[in-house]
Each structure stands twice: as C-alpha cells, then as structure tokens.
C-alpha cells in the first residue's frame, strides 16, 4: 500500500511571497490532516477535512493560509502572503476515520521543510 | 499552555539496557494516548497505544504504561537497539469527541549507543 505523498520535499522562499504544499492520503481515507512542526516542537495541527468536508480549521491562520481538498482525495495548502515565522516542516496525514470516527494511528507523510528568509 | 508535555528533550541509553521516555499531560479529557516515533527527513510512525481503560499496552519490545491518577505514561524499550534511535512523539486525544484531533509533546531525542 502507497503511503503518503507529499510535494515538495523542499521549499526556500523570501517572506511575503507564496507558496503552496500537495498532499495525496492513502487510497480511502477519508479523514486528512495538515500539521505544522516548528523546530524543536511537536506536530500542530492546522486543519482536518472529512472527505472534502473542513471539520476542524480552528488553529488555522485565516489570514494568510488557506488549504482546499477537492473531491475529498487530494489536498493543497497554501500560504501568501508567508512570514519568517512560517519556517516549519508541513506534515500531511490521512486515516480511514469515517464519520468522524477515531482519529487513532494516523499515517503521516514525509513533510515538507518550508524555510522563509 | 502545553497539554502535553515530555520534559527530556534528550535520552542516551547502552544498547541492551531499558530505555524509559515520560510524559505528562493535563487535560483530563484526554482518554487515548499514542507514541510515535520519527526518523531524520520522515514523517512519525505510530508505534503504540493505550486507552484510559487499561494502565499497561505492550507490543514486542514496547510497552507503554499509563497512569491516570498522576496524568503520565511512559514507554519501556527493552532491549533498546541503535536502530530505536530516533524522536520519540507522546500524543493524546479524547476517543468520544468524534472530531478527534492529536495534540502532540515536543518530543525526546532517543539515542541508543552500541
């Protein structure tokens, strides 16, 4: 079974630009996550989406981040304009969760370290 | 406010010997609780768990016990490997929410020396 995809592994962007991070969850699941992971913290969790539903948005900086899954498979979030302290890893996860369900063993992706100068 | 907290950044351990990460939380809501682990350039891997209804999970070379009363879990590895070096990841959830996202400790730099 494929994981996690993740692109890019990698980004280096100047502060005020934008960018934006793709997510592909394992094949079925319905329930996907975005985290971000500052250095040196744990992962915190920035949205949730039930198919292509947003369950949970509550610590997402509305301002400046947005994050779509259309079709309830693949995702994208984005960030404009980005600032110094969106330096982080942005990890994307999926479980099969259905109906909201129990989040139990999510199953991340690689991340994608995003560094703002 | 961290909710959860694991309080050793860093843990050195022999090879062979029992490796102990701890964590502590404070949310009494909390009722399901989960360790995962994290290579370098990876994302975490979830490696056990443990409901409040049981004190004691245990999987091969992990086990990980949970204290309600004192609000901490810890995770045994034994025998401890160079290859269980990694990051470990305390997180907890609350199982009947039905939205049940993860918050997640900072994490415990696990090096196991051969």
């Known amino acids: 079974e494929a994981g996690v995809a993740q692109s890019p592994r990698y980004k280096i962007i100047e502060k005020r630009q934008s960018v934006a991070f793709w997510c592909n969850p394992i094949?079925?699941?319905?329930?996907l996550y975005w985290y971000q992971q500052i250095l040196g913290q744990g992962p915190k969790l920035l949205i949730q989406f039930q198919n292509n539903g947003v369950v949970d948005d509550s610590q997402l900086p509305k301002d400046r981040f947005s994050a779509e899954r259309l079709k309830g498979v693949d995702s994208t979030l984005k960030i404009q304009p980005a600032k110094l302290e969106d330096s982080a890893v942005y990890l994307c996860?999926?479980?099969?969760?259905?109906?909201?369900?129990?989040?139990?063993?999510?199953?991340f992706g690689p991340g994608t370290r995003l560094t703002v100068t | 406010d961290q909710q959860v907290k694991q309080n050793s950044p860093s843990l050195s351990v022999q090879e062979g010997r029992i490796s102990i990460l701890n964590c502590d939380y404070t949310?009494?809501?909390?009722?399901?609780f989960l360790w995962y682990k994290k290579y370098p350039a990876e994302g975490p891997t979830f490696l056990i768990s443990i409901s409040s209804i049981k004190d004691k999970n245990e999987d091969g070379r992990f086990t990980v016990f949970l204290n309600k009363s004192a609000k901490h879990l810890s995770l045994h590895i034994v025998p401890s490997q160079p290859g269980d070096s990694a990051v470990y990841f305390c997180a907890a959830t609350n199982e009947n929410s039905g939205n049940t996202p993860l918050v997640f400790g900072k994490g415990t730099r696990l090096s196991v020396i051969a």
């Open positions: 949310n009494s809501m909390f009722d399901y």
């Open positions: 996860a999926s479980t099969p969760g259905t109906s909201g369900g129990p989040t139990y063993e999510q199953y």
């Open positions: 094949s079925g699941h319905a329930t």
